[in-house]
């Protein structure tokens, strides 16, 4: 098999962009559903309940285009095959979450954010940071974007209508894939970013959740 070469990943990376940002996505692993006695549909949402499940979903189908561009851009700037291998997997498994909710948000009648175009290149230039910074480090941000996206998932399980079964399932397994990919890079030797770092990255995701369940 031919060796990529830098321009070759670069052609990578720019197809994956557009790809995550204009493209239908197809997810590996069937969507999650809720399990109903005898098969029966699950209950219908009011206007309201649809609107708010719409904009929390909008908001997880952000995190969900900020992780492809964060996985990209670490892979794109590692010398470690081992750890690129590592994150291209895992950027497959976070395309099955933005194929659920891009899913989701269609059968709520939602559309996705206005500015994923914004909130991709930020999470691009910071994966692309945490990357040159060395291959520890750079797991140590996924560490960190992983526990936070778990925190901002158990808020969302909190938030949603008691009656939007589907919503909650979707959710949930997103919450348990992040999980494991957490434990995944703090197995593969990631340490976490200093605290200022921390309270840094939980002010931008605090400015992206607030933008995109608007906008």
Partial sequence: MRTLTPIDRLLCVADQSLRTLWGHHHAQRPTPRPSSAAGDPPPALDEAEQRLSGAL??????????????YTAQALSTRDHQLRAH?????E?????LAWTEQRLRELGARPSLLNPLWYAGAFAIGTVAARMGDRTSLGFVIETERQVEEHLDSHLARLPANDTTSRAIVTQMRDDEIRHAEAAQQAGGVRPPLPVRWLMRSAAKVMTTTAHRI
């Fill in 87 to 91: 994150l291209i997997a895992a950027s």
């Fill in 57 to 70: 979903i909008r908001v997880d189908h952000v995190g969900e285009v900020c992780a492809q561009a964060l």
């Fill in 93 to 97: 498994e976070e395309t099955d979450h």
